[in-house]
Every structure is written in structure tokens, then in C-alpha cells.
Antibody, heavy 119, light 107 residues
């Protein structure tokens, strides 16, 4: 059974960098077919797709975040990570990692990480 | 970006009722639509993909239909565990986008 477990700080200061990691168990992130994805949800709001990384290293980012965003993998640790620079209060949200399948959807999700941007 | 408009944003229903949620896309997305269920404090859970295909393990009272720009999610005979928020998501083009959500509450 595939599981995703998220880790990272819950509080980030304005203008600093938000970093989250998602550790995959029960599957290999080096296998094709899956898009290792980050999604966020602002308080009491809808869902925003952030971006993905494919096993080949190909990434695709939401244009609204592209200039500040980086998603990477560490296959040896079975992890993929999110890095969002120069954060503001508008980046306060619950962040989810997920496994995406083309034209299928996000079939496995992490538990969610509440990140607050505040001094 | 493709905009998804869900309606209603909120609905109140009783156990045993049937409810229908609509998701409208700003441009045609073929059948590249998924539906998710989210309960408070939990991650969304995939229910339906390719607009009408029920994911394995999801109860058959859930059904989806539509293509192009108009889609529906129907829940027949609502059960207590179905009271939640439902989101649609388009997978036709990047960036992937979600509808604003429909909260189904107990009347």
C-alpha cells in the first residue's frame, strides 16, 4: 500500500523559504507513470495545484508560482520536496503532496502540512 | 487557465436523499475530469476519474457523468459518511485546476 508522509516546519517568516518533504513508502518514485505533485489549500478555500516532478526529473509548475518554486526528488531516500521562496502571508495554507496519474487524478495523498507565514 | 465553476457551493440534504453537484468548465476538457471528497482536517479522496469511472472501492451510490464543459456528480441515497465537501478537477491541461467545492451538510 502506497503511503505519503509529509514533514517540514509549520511556521515560516515572511520573505523566507518554505520547505516541505514528502516521503514515499510502498512505491518507487523512480518508476514512470506517476507525477509527484504538490497541492495547497488556503484556509476555508479551494484547492490550488502547485506543480509536479516526474521520475525523469521533468517538472511543471503553476505559472502563478513558477518564479519562486522548485520541486526536486531524492530517489535514494524516496522523497520529493517543495521549496517556495520569498513567502508572504498569502502562502499560508495546508500543503499536500500527492501521487498523480495522467488523466486519472491524484490517487494517493499525504496527510497535509499546515504552514503559517508569520513573523 | 481553465476555470471550473461548481454549483451549488453549499447544499443541505437528509440521509437517504439524492443530490447532484454540477461542475462547468470554461472550455472543453473532453472527459478529463475527476471528483474528490474531502472531510474536515483530511486530505481529499479520489472518487471518480475520467468523468464517469468509479474508482475501485468507492460505493456505487456515487456516479459521474458529462463531457466537454458540463459535468455532474450524483450521490444516491446519501449516507451519514457522505456529508463532506466535494471538488471537481480538470486534468485536460496544465496548470491543473479545481472547482471551488460543494459542501454537503445534513439538513
Amino acid at each position: 500500500q502506497v503511503q505519503l508522509k509529509q514533514s517540514g516546519p509549520g511556521l515560516v517568516k515572511p520573505s523566507q523559504t518554505l520547505s516541505l518533504t514528502c516521503t514515499v513508502s510502498g512505491d518507487s518514485i523512480s518508476r514512470g507513470g506517476y507525477y509527484w505533485t504538490w497541492i495547497r489549500q488556503h484556509p476555508e478555500k479551494g484547492l490550488e495545484w502547485i506543480g509536479y516532478i516526474y521520475y525523469s526529473g521533468t517538472t511543471y509548475y503553476n505559472p502563478s508560482l513558477r518564479s519562486r518554486l522548485s520541486i526536486s526528488t531524492d530517489a535514494s531516500k524516496k522523497q520529493f520536496s517543495l521549496r517556495l521562496d520569498s513567502v508572504t502571508a498569502a502562502d499560508t495554507a495546508v500543503y499536500y503532496c500527492a501521487r498523480g496519474v495522467d488523466l486519472f487524478g491524484m490517487d494517493v495523498w499525504g496527510q497535509g502540512s499546515t504552514v503559517t507565514v508569520s513573523s | 487557465d481553465i476555470q471550473l465553476t461548481q454549483s451549488p457551493s453549499f447544499l443541505s440534504a437528509s440521509v437517504g436523499d439524492s443530490v447532484t453537484i454540477t461542475c462547468r468548465a470554461s472550455q472543453g476538457i473532453s472527459s478529463s475530469l475527476a471528483w474528490y471528497q474531502q472531510k474536515p482536517g483530511k486530505a481529499p479522496k479520489l472518487l471518480i476519474y475520467a468523468a464517469s469511472t468509479l474508482r475501485s472501492g468507492v460505493p456505487s451510490r456515487f456516479s459521474g457523468s458529462g463531457s466537454g464543459t458540463g459535468f455532474t456528480l450524483t450521490i444516491n441515497s446519501l449516507q451519514p459518511e457522505d456529508f463532506a465537501t466535494y471538488f471537481c478537477q480538470q486534468l485536460n491541461s496544465y496548470p491543473l485546476t479545481f472547482g471551488g467545492g460543494t459542501k454537503v451538510e445534513i439538513k
